[in-house]
């Protein structure tokens, strides 16, 4: 297939035919969201940090992370309603350009209340920039390679959490506050050009979209028929499974070191190096089987590694066990998120990509915020253990909420959902 043949089949929404799954369209768009997810991670390890560092309170530097966080919730709809008139590009543009202009302020600002003001801004175009990325990287991926390919697109996560407060930690504490700045205005500056490389390679249009055909009827793009597999309970069903495995990856990222820490633990690094190392392993044997496998097996391979993890911490009988629990609990991850990213995918359909990126997006984005409180608060009346016995319940309730749209799923990679 030429490149105008590839660009009008991405500008029309359609699955490209070609098999080559890492080819220059997808590596740019790879490479985008390491760096966008990684300037957020070094963004939300390091800011609450030094703001602690020159006086102001904690509840203030946590409020860097909420308000972006927030920030970033709020505008999804917009910025998935924006994609699906087909206008990647623009919403690419706001939000790079727009990160741009955070980044850069932040070299001169000094008061924390116009850092709050513009982080909120930063979540905005946070919301944009990650939408259009996840959108573009579904959008070229062929149908059969959906699942296979956003595991692959999913991988950027991981990894920018190992690498990402490194760094800017690193360059805080040598080189100082501007010195951050200055490196994270540079790496959005290269998006931007990559973002350049992206638009002449799929040449994604500011027009308005084609008008999605109704149910059965024939595409008017290319007279197939539209299927829509997933109704709206469905579409709630897995967005609140998205939401309650978001809240387990939360306990676990989150109170794992408190917990660590009164059982009388020092560093715990190894277990977030074996559970990022865990994932991409499992990504990449598991990698071209997806499609095969289907969504429950999928699901009933990770579900277990997730449930396993949780057990062992409640047991937690010495700091070795944090081997097994990092190993396992990265397995859980690789299998079940990408499976429910791709599930959401489906069940909003080809004309709704923005729609269903931002749903995952926000999903993730209001169990993390919430997430963390309710666990917090839980965790004020309780002890740990119980802390992750609730998480295996949720776990639990997660595959029960998706097993009950596993049928509306089926086939959609032509494989079979037992």
């Avoid at 993730?364 to 992750?388: E, Q, V």
Wanted: hydrophobic content about 50%; aromatic content about 12%.
């Amino acid at each position: 297939m030429n490149a105008s043949g590839l660009s009008q089949k991405i500008s029309n929404n359609e699955p490209i035919s070609k098999t080559v799954l890492w080819n220059k369209a997808f590596i740019t768009i790879w490479v985008s969201a390491l760096i966008m997810s990684s300037l957020a991670q070094m963004f939300n390890s390091y800011l609450p940090n030094y703001a602690i560092s020159i006086g102001t309170t904690g509840a203030l530097a946590g409020a860097l992370v909420t308000v972006c966080s927030m920030g970033s919730l709020i505008m999804r709809p917009f910025a998935g309603h924006m994609i699906d008139r087909k206008q990647c590009v623009l919403a690419w543009m706001i939000g790079v350009f727009g990160s741009m202009l955070c980044y850069g302020s932040y070299i001169f600002i000094g008061s924390v209340a116009l850092m709050l003001v513009m982080r909120t801004l930063a979540g905005f175009c946070y919301a944009f920039l990650s939408g259009a990325v996840a959108t573009i990287a579904s959008r070229s991926l062929p149908k059969e390679q959906l699942m296979e390919g956003m595991g692959y697109y999913g991988l950027a996560q991981p990894i920018a959490t190992g690498i990402g407060p490194a760094v800017g930690l690193w360059i805080g504490s040598t080189l100082g506050y501007k010195a951050v700045m200055i490196f994270s205005f540079v790496m959005i500056s290269i998006v931007a050009c990559l973002g350049n490389i992206l638009s002449k390679e799929s040449a994604f249009s500011f027009k308005s979209a084609p008008s999605a055909p109704e149910p059965g009827e024939p595409d008017s793009e290319n007279g197939e028929k539209e299927e829509y597999p997933g109704g709206f309970s469905a579409k709630v069903r897995i967005f609140s499974a998205l939401m309650l495995f978001a809240i387990t990856r939360c306990c676990v990222t989150s109170f794992i070191a408190p917990y660590t820490t009164q059982k009388g633990f020092g560093n715990i690094s190894f277990f977030f190096f074996l559970y990022t190392v865990s994932i991409i392993v499992t990504r990449i044997i598991v990698g071209k089987k997806a499609g095969r496998l289907g969504f429950t097996r999928m699901m009933a391979m990770g579900i277990p590694a997730l449930t396993a993890s949780y057990v062992l911490l409640i047991w937690f009988p010495a700091k070795s066990i944090l081997m097994p629990v990092g190993i396992l609990f990265g397995i859980g991850v690789s299998l079940v998120n990408p499976t429910l990213h791709t599930a959401i995918l489906v069940l909003f359909g080809k004309y709704k990509q923005g729609a269903a990126n931002s749903a995952y997006y926000a999903a993730c984005d209001s169990a993390f915020a919430l997430g963390a409180l309710m666990l917090g608060a839980l965790l004020d009346i309780s002890d740990y253990p119980f802390l992750f016995l609730t998480s295996t319940v949720i776990v639990v309730v997660t595959f029960i909420l998706f097993y009950g749209v596993a049928k509306q799923l089926s086939g959609s990679f032509g494989g079979t959902e037992n």
